[in-house]
């Protein structure tokens, strides 16, 4: 039973570089998060999906987009990655009462 | 504003104490207070959940306590074990937007040492 599984696990990107983070879940949830952590600040959400079809913005939206493929799946992508985005970035799942279950994160950086 | 603060940032005790991890939070309309604890290198992992009936809450070692009246919550761990060693993340949810929105604390490192 692996959860939410996130890939890559490490990236490093270069200023204006695109790429996808994938994020599977296997606990048949229907709500799904990207969340990105900064060091000495709390997790901030930059987009959601309450169920399959439907994605809505966080708090941090602004150059990321977002694709809920299936009921499984929900992937976060960088069309222009900035060094602003340099982060780590977690995928959770939850039956829809908040995020329960995190993966275990993509550490991206952008030179 | 809503948001939530931890203190202490970081703390280090002896294996075999207890200690006490505080969380004061501003979250309007409250819903729940959620502790997560997070291992270095991995996902946060919910340790306890609190609605505002609830005023403890156990999950072997660890209790956690909410007093919704003046908006505090503290996480006790009690005869601290080295794997304990993990950042502890106090999180306020509340009903925003058709969800419930989760306003995450920056942490409490914790190392317990031998």
């Known amino acids: 039973n692996a959860g939410v599984t996130q890939t890559p696990k490490f990236q490093v990107l270069k200023t204006g570089q695109s790429m996808t983070l994938q994020c599977a879940q296997d606990?048949?949830?229907?709500?799904m998060y990207w969340y990105r952590q900064d060091p000495g600040m709390g997790l901030r959400l930059i987009y959601y999906s309450a169920s399959e079809g439907t994605t809505d913005k966080g708090e941090v939206p602004n150059g990321y987009n977002v694709s809920r493929l299936n009921k499984r799946e929900f992937s976060l992508r960088l069309e222009s990655a900035a060094p602003s985005q340099t982060s780590v970035y977690f995928c959770?799942?939850?039956?829809?009462?908040?995020?329960?279950?995190f993966g275990d994160g993509t550490r991206l950086s952008i030179l | 504003k809503n948001q939530v603060e931890q203190s202490p940032q970081s703390l280090i005790i002896l294996e075999g104490k207890n200690c006490t991890l505080q969380?004061?939070?501003?979250?309007?309309?409250?819903?729940?207070l959620r502790w997560y604890k997070q291992d270095t290198g991995r996902g946060p992992v919910s340790l306890t959940i609190?609605?505002?009936?609830?005023n403890t809450k156990s999950n072997g070692r660890y209790t956690a306590t909410l007093d919704a009246d003046t908006k505090q919550s503290s996480l006790h761990i009690t005869a601290s074990q080295l794997s304990d060693s993990a950042s502890y993340i106090c999180?306020?949810?509340?009903?925003?937007?058709?969800?419930?929105?989760?306003?995450f604390g920056a942490g409490t490192r914790l190392a317990v040492h031998p």
């Open positions: 606990m048949n949830h229907n709500s």
């Open positions: 609190m609605t505002f009936s609830e």
């Open positions: 999180v306020g949810g509340l009903f925003s937007g058709g969800y419930n929105k989760l306003i």
């Open positions: 969380c004061n939070y501003t979250v309007s309309p409250f819903s729940n």
């Open positions: 959770a799942s939850s039956t829809g009462q908040g995020a329960d279950h």
